[in-house]
């Protein structure tokens, strides 16, 4: 199973992106989805997950409100589409998969891991 994380860039403070995540060579309805991400000089933190449905979600507090993530199970991708975004949301981003059924802020419940995409936030 591979993932493959897109959609980074650079954007303004108050600006919007759109990550996606496919997932390739597994059953991917079989995984909840989660992303995270690494500021520099910063440890990977949870940002967002949801279940294997797509009708349950959890977001980390700096970027509820703000964040929202989804997922095509007939595509074998999940998405994060941000909004509002601040120069703090400056990382490279992560999508994990977890074989389970609910989301999970768990780092470890997370099997399966992409190589990242950047997003950059000027001020």
């Known amino acids: 199973v591979q993932l493959q994380a897109s959609g980074g860039g650079l954007a303004q403070a108050g600006g919007s992106l759109t990550l996606s995540c496919v997932v390739s060579?597994?059953?991917?309805?079989?995984?909840?989805m989660g992303w995270y991400r690494q500021p520099p000089g910063r440890g990977r933190e949870f940002v967002a997950s949801?279940?294997?449905?797509?009708?349950?979600?959890w977001y980390s507090d700096s970027v509820k409100g703000r964040f929202t993530i989804s997922r095509d199970n007939a595509k074998n991708t999940v998405y994060l589409q941000m909004t509002n975004l601040k120069p703090d949301d400056t990382a490279r981003y992560y999508c994990?998969?977890?074989?389970?059924?609910?989301?999970?802020?768990?780092?470890?419940?997370?099997?399966?891991w992409g190589p990242g995409t950047l997003v950059t936030v000027s001020s």
């Open positions: 060579g597994g059953p991917f309805s079989n995984y909840a």
């Open positions: 949801i279940n294997k449905f797509g009708d349950s979600s």
């Open positions: 994990g998969a977890a074989p389970r059924t609910g989301y999970t802020n768990y780092e470890k419940h997370y099997k399966l």
